[in-house]
């Protein structure tokens, strides 16, 4: 399985907004992209899911590109509450294994 | 409503010996799914099950791991023979399961913090 990678890590100001992209290959037209956020000592906790172009929640954005190559997350306003590691989940529909990506550390500056 | 326990929440073991990690899911929640992260590391998927049936289970590190899941319910994790690089939080995580393409949010247990001495 190809690795789903993103980057490490990423630091922004409170209010800012965080935009984190994931890249993977081989999703199908209706396979979903799903991202996580993870506090220390925590599971993972869901955020938001799609499958095409934009989905927006109370909390995160979704942008799928046609290519479906890669996604982004986007975080309007950034607090200090949202320092965290965020991991994207790419679900290839005929598989059995869920494969998270790198995960991207991300820390919010006062 | 209660959601996915794991047991025990520390495991402290010698090298060599057997471990056996349990996870609770979600009532309802037909499949389950089993992580393993190292200490400062991404997420390492290990198995999934759909009901009691784990359809792949190449993700397991070694043949020393295993899984099994009863009742379509409790799962259960076993190490046989530990080594120090097992040592690892183990994550569980339920989910109303699969519909076609569509994947169901996962929930997460908080993790079975396991070291091998």
């Known amino acids: ?110 | 409503g209660a959601g996915v326990s794991q047991s025990p929440s520390n495991k402290v073991t010698e090298k060599g010996k057997d471990v056996e990690l349990r996870c609770d899911p979600i009532s309802g929640h037909t499949a389950l799914y089993w992580y393993r992260q190292s200490l400062g590391q991404g997420l390492e998927f290990l198995i999934y099950f759909q009901g009691n049936s784990a359809p792949d289970k190449s993700g397991l590190p070694s043949d020393r791991f295993s899984a099994e899941r009863t009742g379509g319910s409790v799962s259960t994790l076993t190490i046989q023979r530990t080594q120090q690089e097992d040592s690892a939080v183990y994550l569980c995580a339920s989910s109303l399961g699969l519909a076609g393409r569509s994947s169901y949010e996962q929930y997460f247990g908080p993790g079975t913090r396991l070291t091998v001495t």
């Open chain 1, 1 to 110: 399985l190809a690795k789903t990678t993103q980057p490490i890590s990423m630091d922004s100001y409170e209010g800012q907004e965080v935009n984190i992209t994931c890249s993977h290959n081989n999703i199908a037209t209706n396979d979903y992209i799903t991202w996580y956020q993870q506090f220390p000592s925590q599971g993972p906790r869901f955020i938001i899911q799609g499958y095409k172009t934009k989905v927006t929640n109370e909390v995160a954005s979704l942008f799928i590109p046609a290519d479906r190559k890669s996604s982004t997350l986007s975080l309007p306003r950034v607090s200090l509450s949202d320092t965290a590691v965020y991991y994207c989940l790419p679900v290839t529909s005929g598989t059995y294994k869920y494969i998270f990506g790198t995960g991207t550390r991300l820390k919010v500056l006062a």
